[in-house]
């Protein structure tokens, strides 16, 4: 499902721990780290999928986890013009996201990253609240700030650790080429 607009409709889950850090995935057989995320299919409402991706993705289920709550609207990211299926219909430009702040409530153990045919994470760890801006892919970066800096109230509710100052830097992709 594609929008008007060229976007497809996403949940983001930015899952944490009783310490406030989060959970941080690396994508099957790559050295790609990011939260949980996942398309919104036509008959899902944004929490629907939201339970099915964290079903999918880490294995735990609603009674394992507590909602804090969600961005108050669409965050938007575009692919780079290589990543764009041009001759794929309706065209996907990009994704918008809702972004959903969790907290497990489950034990380390019970994260299953196989839970699904197809799965998404080969490992993952916990992670300062930040850290994540260091490592995922540079085109999702503007959305991962802004999601963490909206969500963090909600975690931190008597003041977020301060962004260090690199995370509100941005930074230019790498080429392709230079590997």
Same mark, same amino acid.
């Given at each position: 499902?594609?929008?008007?607009?060229?976007?497809? /409709?996403?949940?983001? $889950?930015?899952?944490?721990n009783s310490r406030g850090q989060l959970f941080w995935g690396r994508r099957v057989g790559q050295n790609a780290w990011q939260f949980p995320q996942g398309g919104i299919k036509s008959h899902?409402?944004?929490?629907?999928?939201?339970?099915?991706?964290?079903?999918?993705?880490?294995? &735990?289920?609603?009674?394992?986890?507590? $909602?804090?709550?969600?961005?108050?609207?669409?965050?938007?990211?575009? &692919?780079?013009?290589? &990543?764009?299926?041009?001759?794929?219909?309706?065209?996907? $430009?990009?994704?918008?996201?809702?972004?959903?702040?969790?907290?497990?409530?489950?034990?380390?153990?019970?994260?299953?990253?196989?839970?699904?045919?197809? /799965?998404?994470?080969?490992?993952?760890?916990?992670?300062?609240?930040?850290? /994540?801006?260091?490592e995922v892919v540079f085109f999702k970066r503007g959305v991962y700030r802004r999601a963490l800096?909206?969500? %963090?109230?909600?975690?931190? /509710?008597?003041?977020?650790?301060? %962004?260090?100052?690199? %995370?509100?830097?941005?930074?230019?992709?790498?080429?392709?080429?230079?590997?």
């Open positions: 499902m594609i929008d008007a607009e060229g976007f497809r /409709p996403n949940v983001g $889950i930015v899952l944490s899902e409402r944004p929490l629907d999928a939201l339970y099915r991706e964290l079903e999918e993705e880490v294995g &735990l289920q609603a009674h394992q986890v507590e $909602i804090l709550g969600c961005t108050r609207g669409w965050l938007r990211y575009r &692919l780079p013009p290589y &990543l764009v299926r041009q001759h794929q219909r309706p065209l996907c $430009i990009g994704q918008k996201q809702v972004w959903f702040m969790l907290r497990m409530l489950a034990s380390d153990d019970e994260v299953c990253l196989n839970a699904c045919g197809r /799965p998404e994470f080969d490992d993952w760890r916990w992670v300062d609240y930040w850290h /994540p801006l260091r800096g909206e969500l %963090a109230p909600l975690l931190f /509710p008597n003041g977020a650790p301060a %962004a260090p100052a690199w %995370a509100n830097r941005r930074r230019r992709p790498r080429s392709r080429n230079a590997r």
